[in-house]
């Protein structure tokens, strides 16, 4: 019996061999001659080396890792082109993107290839096999070298392909599979395989057939699970990029769409699918995502999010009317959509409550609605609450939070009360950077008699404080600082909030050379 369950799981692998030298021939302009043969290469220890090649270098007999300096005395016709790793995986991470609507379970493959979990989605395709043909096909078109091959692992799927391409493996014959490929299908270290050629062992079969404890004590734990794996004796779980949404819906289309109209009616469409799926289990939409994915290749995603779970239709497909309607960068369907797809990232259970007689319950719904569309028109992290913090610092009073998700905490907040007839506590606009300003007390440690702000002079008729505040801060020979608040006003009957600061010992400050004058701050405005 094997150690793994008996439900297997079926993972489509893809390798893209020339991704480096693919990419930049789709970039180059149409008039460059694309019969010379073309590579890439890389800087490593001071020497440049063959790091992706096309079909005519090959041809040539230009290989991987060879020296630039040999491969032109191969072929002195040779076009060379530096490599960009940056770009590269940047182009990975759009094939991934691509390769969503096959399945929403797609993991990175460095450098060059990609793992996507298809266990429960071929039928959608017509089966296995026409499921990697459309795949392979359609990156072919778009000027790709692939390599694909299915398995009922990630390692033992990577190992064919990277052999041979379109081979699908049933559950329960991997062994029989890999067992005639090189030693070096597996990926080892060079290292490790030449080790194994030394000792005979040139294909997997010849080291499947060697003893675990052997090949354990020769080359290490880590290469023995790799060849278990690939065997199909343990198992190989993938990361997927992306977490899997909660639901998902999506529209395929015969011919591309690319009319406001017709985007806008198959996302109403597809809004009323998703909430009759989530109606069945009584849960709403907190987080939602269209993404559309283009016939070129590129997939545009748009995000909305909700402060309460959503049910209903038409409240998703305003909120994805105000999110298109606002964005910088518009909607471009290019040559067309040919598939649209809607999905709740996240959800939750819906609590019933009374809506006919609870007015309160009213004026939270539709204040909640009001914060959704102004946050799908500026984006959530710009609508916020404050909540009451408890701390002496005024800067730290107040810690501003979305307000999509806490919205029902900051309704029943507890702020400190204001006594009647008294002017508040604390400023009413406080600056993000209190400014200097020069003042002029009547005895050192007092109250200011007159300051200058913003070189406007103000004499100062009525004083409050100090109110003197410990910091978290430290200066050398372990003085805490300390702030003295002062609420001032001024002849013309405006109020300010300023400090100054100081430290706990005054005397040991001058002895250490510290300057004894203290700095006074403006830190806000009562009115």
Partial sequence: MRAVSANR?????????RLPIDRIKRNCSADRRDDLPQVVV???????LIHALDEAAACHGVSLGQPLANARAVCPDLVVHEADLAADAKMLEGIADWCDRFTPLVALDPPHGLSLDITGCVHLFGGEAKLMRSLCDALTAHGLTVSAAIASNAVCARTLNRQVHGRIVPDGEEAAAVAPLPVAALGGSEAITLGLRRAGLKTI???????????????GVAFTRVLAQALGEAD???????????YIVDKRFAEPVATDTVIAASLSSLAAMLVAAMAQQGKGARQLEACFFRTDGLVRVIAVDTGQP???????DRLFRERLDALNDPLDPGFGFDMIRLSASRSEIVVQQQR???????????????????????????????????????????????AQQHLAVATVADWPERSEGEPPLRPLRLFAQPEAIQVIAGVPDGPPARFVWRRAAHAVVRAEGPERIAMEWWRPGGQGLTRDYFRVEDEHGLRFWLYRDGLYDRELDQQQGLPVQPAWYMHGLFA
């Fill in 9 to 17: 799981r079926r993972i489509l692998s893809l390798w893209l061999p």
């Fill in 42 to 48: 890389i800087k490593d220890a001071n020497a440049l």
């Fill in 205 to 219: 079969g010849d080291v499947a057939s060697r003893g675990r404890n052997e090949i354990t004590a020769r080359f």
């Fill in 236 to 246: 190989a779980p993938i990361s997927p990029r992306k977490v899997p949404p909660d």
């Fill in 310 to 316: 959503v049910t209903e239709a038409a409240i998703i």
């Fill in 356 to 402: 006919d007689l609870d007015a309160h319950v009213h004026d939270n719904d539709e204040l909640s609605a009001l914060i959704d569309r102004i946050a799908a028109r500026i984006g959530g992290k710009r609508v916020v609450v404050h909540l009451p913090v408890d701390t002496h610092i005024p800067e730290r009073a107040e810690l501003p939070l979305r």
